[in-house]
């Protein structure tokens, strides 16, 4: 088994690539993506801090992991019924053009 702190660069790499893809991209499905690797990040941390000591390895990391990966599948499958609403309305799924036709 790996240590810990592999695990734990890991996670970390994936949160600077979904706050990478939160804050450097225009378009709605890449930012619902970068929002997804946020979550699978954090779902990574849970489940490396729950088999931290190997012999005791508690459970309840990985149920919070799994209903984690649950409600984040209600929230990506929500997301993508807003944005294909969005793009049938405007036909564009630009965000800096979805806040112009705001006003």
């Avoid at 240590?3 to 979904?18: E, S």
């Avoid at 993506?33 to 931290?52: D, H, K, M, P, Q």
């Avoid at 049938?88 to 806040?99: G, I, M, N």
Wanted: hydrophobic residues 55%.
């Amino acid at each position: 088994m790996l240590p810990t702190y592999v695990y734990l660069m890991f996670a970390f790499a994936l949160v600077f690539i979904g706050l990478y893809c939160l804050s450097a991209k225009r378009n709605m499905i890449r930012m619902l993506f970068g929002v997804e690797i946020l979550l699978n990040a954090a779902n990574l941390c849970f489940i490396a801090f729950s088999s931290r000591w190997p012999p005791h390895v508690d459970a309840l990391g990985h149920a919070v992991a799994i209903m984690s990966i649950i409600i984040g599948g209600c929230v990506i499958a929500v997301g993508l019924s807003m944005i294909l609403n969005a793009y049938r309305h405007y036909k564009t799924l630009d965000v800096k053009e979805l806040r112009r036709l705001r006003w």
